[in-house]
Each structure stands twice: as structure tokens, then as C-alpha cells.
Nanobody
């Protein structure tokens, strides 16, 4: 089982930057594929970026070139560097961990608000 805790959200002006972190408990962090998702009010939860156990990253078209996902297996941590933020990036951001063997886990989310 994995417990995930996001941090780093907040209020930022358009064009600004934020770095989200996701701290994972447990000793098997490296075997999980990790991802960031976001959910705006009244909308479904959408994929932002994922990273495989081997470090291969994948991004939604809307964030490619602005956001960077990374992981530090030694620290059991997942990150999302968000640059050139736009008002449409406003949402609750969730990290998740998934393993075919151990299942799927979600954090509680962190709010990101981008003002115009």
C-alpha cells in the first residue's frame, strides 16, 4: 500500500511558476508508475503528465513544453514543475501511483489557482 501527500499548490499570477511535490510512503516507490492529474470545478479529472518506472515522461498536449514531471526514487518523491502558468491551469492537482501488482492509489490533492 502507498500513501501519497501532495504539496506546493497555491495562488500565482499568469506567467508564473509553481513546483508541486508528492511524497509517497512505503518502500516500493520505484516499482510504481506515477502521474499527475487535475480536476477543475465541474469537470472530469484529466491526465496532466505521467512518468514510468524507467523515467519516461508523457504529457497532455495542453501542458507539453510548460510542465515537467520528474521523480526521485531515493526520496520517494514525485514532482511537477509548472512554468508559464495560465488561468486554465487552475484546478486541484492529484498525484497517483499505479502498479499492476499492487493497484492504484491517489493523493488528496492540492489546489492551484492562476489569476489573470
Amino acid at each position: 500500500q502507498v500513501q501519497l501527500v501532495e504539496s506546493g499548490g497555491g495562488l500565482v499570477q499568469a506567467g508564473g511558476s509553481l513546483r508541486l511535490s508528492c511524497a509517497a510512503s512505503g518502500s516500493r516507490f520505484s516499482i510504481y508508475a506515477m502521474g499527475w492529474y487535475r480536476q477543475a470545478p465541474g469537470k472530469q479529472r484529466d491526465l496532466v503528465a505521467t512518468i514510468t518506472t524507467g523515467g519516461t515522461a508523457n504529457y497532455a498536449d495542453s501542458v507539453r513544453g510548460r510542465f515537467t514531471i520528474s521523480r526521485d526514487n531515493a526520496k520517494n518523491a514525485l514532482y511537477l514543475q509548472m512554468n508559464n502558468l495560465k488561468p486554465e491551469d487552475t484546478a486541484v492537482y492529484y498525484c497517483n501511483a499505479q502498479s499492476g501488482l499492487y493497484g492504484l492509489y491517489w493523493g488528496q490533492g492540492t489546489q492551484v489557482t492562476v489569476s489573470s
